[in-house]
């Protein structure tokens, strides 16, 4: 699977943006999407994580409220509309795979994930 990240910019305080995965190949339904982001001099964080059917969702509490993860298995795409963004929202966004066999308590490990998207960045400004 490869895949790639989309939809980033620079948005004022307030703002929204939709971040688009977009998968190539056949077995995108095999995986679990997420959406991390790393700032400059911070690691990696699980942003969102969307299971492999779509039935089931987690977001950090930093964004929960504001952020909505969604996937077209149909398309191969996976989406991150994210409202009324924040300064410390200001990120580069990566979108990544995690095999469907892993149960949720491991979504948040980067480590874990085996595909990688390569990175939007998301500024907001205030």
């Known amino acids: 699977v490869q895949l790639q990240a989309s939809g980033g910019g620079l948005v004022q305080t307030g703002g929204s943006l939709r971040l688009s995965c977009a998968a190539s190949?056949?077995?995108?339904?095999?995986?679990?999407i997420g959406w991390f982001r790393q700032a400059p001099g911070k690691e990696r964080e699980l942003v969102a994580t969307?299971?492999?059917?779509?039935?089931?969702?987690y977001y950090a509490d930093s964004v929960k409220g504001r952020f909505t993860i969604s996937r077209d298995n149909a398309k191969n795409t996976a989406h991150l509309q994210m409202k009324s963004l924040k300064p410390e929202d200001t990120a580069v966004y990566y979108c990544?795979?995690?095999?469907?066999?892993?149960?949720?308590?491991?979504?948040?490990?980067?480590?874990?994930?085996?595909?990688w998207g390569q990175g939007t960045q998301v500024t907001v400004s205030s």
């Open positions: 990544g795979a995690l095999r469907r066999t892993y149960i949720q308590s491991a979504w948040s490990d980067p480590r874990l994930y085996t595909y």
């Open positions: 190949g056949r077995t995108f339904g095999s995986y679990a």
């Open positions: 969307i299971s492999w059917n779509g039935r089931s969702s």
